[in-house]
């Protein structure tokens, strides 16, 4: 199993501001995935992050919305930026286990934007 | 549309029987399929799987059935206890690394 810490756990943000948030697992890993739950509903692939390339983005998420950082095997940064209440989800970070099958997720990060 | 429906919300059982929670797929395509439990202001963590070559797969307490013709899974939770008290999700994926499909969970309320 894999190790996760992300911060911050929790935010509460203006409109039109942008939040980075921080991923870092206790091994190397070679994908990191950031995933979103709005309230209510399922938690959304946004995008893979690889290490040394660009992220891969899902239908519906734009790099200029959620820019990507993967500097190395053990970190990734995602930034919401200039957010709108709609922004207003919970943002994990995961990493594979392994197998390509099992995720393990951080605890999340809880964002409201007014 | 949803590829992967949890259609009941939520669900409260008696510390002691039997939980039932079901999960419904569109996609023909997937080939593993997962369950994961979610605590408040936590992450959620993997709680039992199942390929589809299997139609059951048990782990102590827990039980996951596949049905692949309804394309319907179900998790079984026997005897239930007051921390199994969390949120479940259902999730699928036709092989592709790491792009799980995730349901809307059903959150399970165990009552002593």
Redesign the interface.
């Known amino acids: 199993s894999a190790v996760?810490s992300?911060k911050p756990?929790r935010d509460i943000c203006q409109r039109g501001t942008s939040l980075t948030i921080q991923c870092q697992v206790d091994s190397q890993v070679t994908?990191m995935?950031w995933y979103r739950q709005q309230p209510?509903?399922?938690?959304?692939?946004i995008a893979?992050a690889n290490q040394g390339s660009e992220a891969t983005y899902e239908s519906g998420f734009v790099i200029d919305k959620f820019p990507i950082s993967r500097p190395n095997l053990t970190f990734s940064t995602l930034t919401v930026s200039n957010m709108s209440p709609e922004d207003s989800s919970i943002y994990?970070c995961?990493v594979?286990?392994g197998s390509?099958?099992?995720?393990?997720?951080?605890?999340?990060t809880?964002l409201s934007v007014l | 549309d949803q590829q992967v429906k949890q259609n009941s919300p939520s669900l409260s059982v008696q510390e002691g029987r039997i939980s039932i929670l079901n999960c419904d797929y569109t996609n023909s395509m997937f080939d593993y399929f997962l369950w994961y439990k979610k605590y408040p202001a936590e992450g959620p963590t993997f709680l039992i799987s199942i390929s589809s070559i299997k139609d059951k797969n048990e782990d102590g307490r827990f039980t996951v059935f596949l049905n692949k013709s309804a394309k319907h899974l179900s998790l079984h939770i026997v005897p239930s206890q007051p921390g199994d008290s969390a949120v479940y999700f259902c999730a699928a994926n036709e092989g592709s690394q790491g792009n799980l499909i995730f349901g809307k969970g059903t959150k399970l309320s165990v009552k002593p």
């Open positions: 996760i992300q756990s994908m995935f209510g509903q399922s938690l959304t692939l893979t994990l995961s594979d286990g390509g099958e099992k995720l393990f997720f951080g605890s999340g809880q």
